[in-house]
């Protein structure tokens, strides 16, 4: 399985983005959760939001009410929408799966797959 996350950018405070992770080898159905992850300069590994395998949603607390996520199976792609970007949300941002479980876990060490990342960057 490989993830390539695409999308990012540099955008301005109170733009909206939206990031692309494209799943190849088995299709994404097969992928039973998601992930999006993000990390900053100097700063640890930071759990995003997550999509199960039937829809279930999880996004981080400090993120609810601008990020989303889905996935649309089909086309073997996982989006992130982001809104009203602030530049505390200048990072790299990486997609994970895990084909094995179908909990909605926050901590990046329950992810097998990695996408090499997309960089974004928001200035003020």
């Known amino acids: 399985v490989q993830l390539q996350a695409f999308g990012g950018g540099l955008v301005q405070a109170g733009d909206s983005l939206r990031l692309s992770c494209a799943a190849s080898?088995?299709?994404?159905?097969?992928?039973?959760?998601m992930t999006w992850f993000r990390q900053a300069p100097g700063k640890e590994r930071e759990f995003v939001a997550g999509?199960?395998?039937?829809?279930?949603?999880i996004v981080s607390d400090s993120m609810q009410g601008r990020f989303t996520i889905s996935r649309e199976n089909a086309k073997n792609t996982v989006y992130l929408g982001m809104n009203n970007l602030k530049s505390d949300d200048t990072a790299v941002y990486h997609c994970?799966?895990?084909?094995?479980?179908?909990?909605?876990?926050?901590?990046?060490?329950?992810?097998?797959?990695w996408g090499q990342g997309t960089e974004v960057t928001v200035s003020s």
């Open positions: 999509i199960g395998r039937n829809g279930d949603t």
């Open positions: 080898g088995p299709t994404i159905g097969g992928l039973i959760t």
């Open positions: 994970a799966a895990n084909p094995f479980s179908s909990a909605l876990r926050q901590n990046a060490g329950s992810y097998y797959y």
